[in-house]
């Protein structure tokens, strides 16, 4: 079995698989504090009840956006699941070229996710990660990663209108009825939530009108399904896109 591993901002998620199938997932809030023995005792005693006995993983694969976390799970493989882990990074082989100034510059679950909507979806693509930030991330008809944007996540969007201003409160992430709010918190609710939806229809556009083509969109991310409910050029929601292009990854690199 193969241990999937994606250390975000927010959230670890981890997943395993019998070969191509995902049989389990799990998701840890992300602490940069907590040592691989805590981390350990989480996922090892997660594992156990659903039946997954950690003496079944036989590689691990991990991507991560949290430089100290990175280590800390690298230890909890080697020490606990008697594995050194495959870590996503630069040198890495990922079956696709980038096309960016510095290809070191890109996150490497930005690469992941490409690496597996391609292999799933077809190209040309938008990937849209909506997470703690979210991200644009785009493949061209020759299967080539070109870059994206990257905004903020909805979440740290109303987080800072708490944070940063005197009177406004700290809201709820629900659809309001209607665009007018007729109170703060609903006029709050249409700024951030349709502001959101506007945001993501308007760069589809954008990017499809500089690749010159239709591009298949796929979301992910915690905050997808909410989002492709209310937009129609999402075609396809994976909550598991990350993790199953570590998989793919992994297998490209074995030895």
Known sequence: MLLAIDIGNTNVKLGVFDGDELEATWNLATGIHRTSDEYAAM???????????????????????????????VVLCQRYLDSKPLVVEAG????????????????????????AAQSLYGKPLIIIDLGTATTFDIVSQEGDYLGGAIAPGINIASEALFARTAVLPRIEMVRPKQVIGRNTVSAMQSGIIFGYIDLIEGMIRRIERELGTRAKVVATGG????????????????????????????????E
């Open 43 to 73: 996922v090892l005693g997660l594992m156990e009840r659903r039946g997954v006995p950690p003496s079944q993983v036989t590689g691990v694969a991990l991507c991560g956006v949290v430089p100290p976390l990175l280590h800390t799970f």
């Open 92 to 115: 890495v082989k990922t079956g696709m070229r980038i096309r960016l100034d510095n290809p070191r510059e890109v996150g490497p679950d930005r690469v992941v996710n490409a690496v």
């Open 223 to 254: 905050q997808a399904y909410p989002f492709a409910e209310e937009i129609s050029a999402i075609d396809v929601v994976n909550p598991s896109l990350t993790l199953i292009g570590l998989r793919l990854i992994y297998e490209m690199n074995k």
